[in-house]
């Protein structure tokens, strides 16, 4: 990584291995949407000031996914880029695949160990993992949500212990190919399952990830640390504190 600006003002930096270039402080998106999701979550008046104000300061990147606030996280950011035109060839969306999008914004059915039991016969069924349908779909839902023609990094939210490797890398690289997504990434896991799909994609000449998001602190940092030295692929923290 290396900066491109050294006069004080925000920088920026290669996502990994890839050409695509990020601020070098990113603007998570979990925090905007619906208090009726969380109650520390801010709504959407609010969200698009502070999207546009990351902006104005030099921040480029915006990271969300399909699962905050059950979508309206997603929304907030198609807004945003929409009223204050935020240049589509300037700025990098980041959003992620996996979890289920509940009909109401109270609903919330994934967590750190994945989609809750019991979600099918609430009428969910393929409406989660990283089948080639739910990835397929999720992306078509996101860029309706996003107002926008295709995602920068696609990243997947959690890993899925019910479908092979195989059927996810196969599928991501496809969403790719089809001009849908730009780049892949990975997001939560451990570190035998990123090397398990990094290296199916590198084996099988699909698109490999350029990207791992997961916890960075004292507590939570070897894989960063095995990763970066392994495939040139960038660590980028969530939950730094």
Not at 65 to 73: V, W
Request: hydrophobic share 35%; charged share 20%; glycine share 8%.
């Amino acid at each position: 990584m290396t900066a491109e600006n050294t006069e004080g003002k925000m920088q920026y930096v290669r996502l990994g291995n890839s050409g695509l270039k990020v601020s070098r402080i990113i603007l998570g998106l979990m925090s905007y949407g619906t208090p009726e999701w969380a109650d520390w979550v801010l709504g959407e008046e609010e969200g698009i000031k502070h999207i546009k104000t990351a902006y104005d300061f030099g921040i480029q990147t915006f990271d969300t996914a399909n699962a905050y606030s059950n979508g309206l996280s997603e929304v907030i950011l198609g807004k945003a880029i929409k009223q204050h035109s935020l240049p589509r060839d300037e700025i990098v969306v980041m959003t992620k695949a996996y979890s289920l999008v509940g009909r109401t914004p109270q609903e919330k059915y994934t967590s750190v160990k994945g989609v809750a039991d019991g979600v099918d016969a609430l009428g969910y069924v393929n409406q989660y993992g990283l089948s080639r349908k739910h990835i397929f779909e999720s992306v078509k839902h996101s860029l309706e949500r996003l107002q926008l023609d295709y995602i920068d990094v696609l990243q997947c939210h959690r890993f899925d212990y019910n479908t092979p490797i195989a059927e996810t890398m196969q599928a991501l690289h496809d969403v790719v190919q089809a001009g849908y997504v730009r780049y892949i990434g990975m997001s939560s896991c451990y570190a035998y399952q990123f090397h398990a799909m990094q290296n199916y994609a590198i084996n099988n000449k699909l698109t490999p990830f350029i990207s791992m998001q997961n916890q960075y602190n004292l507590l939570h940092h070897e894989l960063g640390l095995r990763l970066i030295s392994r495939y040139s692929t960038i660590y980028f923290a969530s939950t730094p504190i």
